[in-house]
């Protein structure tokens, strides 16, 4: 399963950004769908997840200003982020957790981050 994102820039604060994620591969299902990130000095966090029902998890600090949703028939899900702040300013990555035909057991997989820098 591959992870191929795209939508990361710089903008200033109180814009907004969209970050697209597709999967591909040989997938058997995919079950969650989301995003982390990771700003220079700190660990990896989860911003946003979805998973295959629709159900949502935010982080508190983007709560009210990112909706995460995802098209199943595509293998890909979105991330509009409004009213971004500097603290947004990070490494995003896509996440999947996925079966895939190789092996049919649930996995993690991750893309390779995306770039995300909000000045103040």
């Known amino acids: 399963v591959q992870l191929q994102a795209s939508g990361g820039g710089s903008v200033q604060a109180g814009g907004s950004l969209r970050l697209s994620c597709a999967a591909s591969?040989?997938?058997?299902?995919?079950?969650?769908m989301g995003w982390y990130r990771q700003a220079p000095g700190k660990e990896r966090e989860l911003v946003a997840l979805?998973?295959?029902?629709?159900?949502?998890n935010y982080a508190d600090s983007v709560k009210g200003r990112f909706t995460i949703s995802r098209d199943n028939a595509k293998n890909t899900v979105y991330l509009q982020m409004n009213n971004l702040k500097p603290e947004d300013t990070a490494v995003y990555y896509c996440?999947?957790?996925?079966?895939?035909?190789?092996?049919?057991?649930?996995?993690?997989?991750w893309g390779k981050g995306t770039q995300v820098t909000v000045s103040s």
């Open positions: 979805i998973t295959n029902g629709g159900s949502t």
């Open positions: 591969g040989s997938i058997f299902s995919i079950r969650s």
């Open positions: 996440y999947t957790n996925a079966i895939g035909t190789a092996t049919f057991r649930a996995l993690d997989f």
